[in-house]
T-cell receptor
Framework: SAVISQKPSRDICQRGTSLTIQCQVD?????MFWYRQQPGQSLTLIAT?????????ESGFVIDKFPISRPNLTFSTLTVSNMSPEDSSIYLC????????????FGEGSRLTVL | GQSLEQPSEVTAVEGAIVQINCTYQ??????LSWYQQHDGGAPTFLSY????GLEETGRFSSFLSRSDSYGYLLLQELQMKDSASYFC???????????FGKGNQVVVIP
């Protein structure tokens, strides 16, 4: 399984600011998935990041709010822009599976609290 | 689009058996996965069903019936460490992205 590192692990942010979350994987992967998990809720896919092309966003998520970069096959960033308390969540990255298509591995997540 | 339904919470004693159901509506998918998540932790993969039938992995088994749009996770010989949330997820056509169900919290008591 891939080793996935996310930074920051947690942060407290002020309303209206932006924060960039980094995701580093120890091997090259085709796609990187970014998920959000609001308190007490399930995981919701924000977008899929490919290298060399714009990320594909799911319904309800837009690039202006959640810009994503994918400069190479081992790294990606997700920015949460102009934050509000509703953005308080855990944000998780996950590389596309190399084995079984149903077997995702996740980073430890970035727990954001917006005041 | 897709939607996945799971009951919300179940409490069971150590050594018992718990079945967590998952019904889904999706236009097409590769298979059904199950994930476990402890409080404060990341989700971890448990099982994947690409085909109809039962997959067994130690104390955990997972089942899929595409004709019934239904699957379940069976937790046997429950241990305290099994107290966690359990999510089903369908693997969607296209870029193999996963869509997760709402999750089911299992509480194991002595």
């Amino acid at each position: 399984s891939a080793v996935i590192s996310q930074k920051p692990s947690r942060d407290i942010c002020q309303r209206g600011t932006s924060l960039t979350i980094q995701c580093q994987v120890d091997s090259q992967v085709t796609m990187m998935f970014w998920y959000r998990q609001q308190p007490g809720q399930s995981l919701t896919l924000i977008a899929t990041a490919n290298q060399g092309s714009e990320a594909t966003y799911e319904s309800g998520f837009v690039i202006d709010k959640f810009p994503i970069s994918r400069p190479n096959l081992t790294f990606s960033t997700l920015t949460v822009s102009n934050m509000s308390p509703e953005d308080s969540s855990i944000y998780l990255c996950s590389p596309s599976p190399s084995g079984s298509p149903g077997e995702l591995f996740f980073g430890e997540g970035s727990r954001l609290t917006v005041l | 689009g897709q939607s996945l339904e799971q009951p919300s919470e179940v409490t069971a004693v150590e050594g018992a058996i718990v079945q967590i159901n998952c019904t889904y509506q999706t236009s097409g998918f590769y298979g059904l996965s199950w994930y476990q998540q402890h409080d404060g932790g990341a989700p971890t993969f448990l099982s994947y069903n690409a085909l109809d039938g039962l997959e067994e992995t130690g104390r955990f088994s997972s089942f899929l019936s595409r004709s019934d749009s239904y699957g379940y996770l069976l937790l046997q010989e429950l241990q305290m460490k099994d107290s966690a949330s359990y999510f089903c997820a369908v693997i969607l056509y296209g870029n193999n992205r996963l869509a997760f169900g709402k999750g089911n919290q299992v509480v194991v008591i002595p």
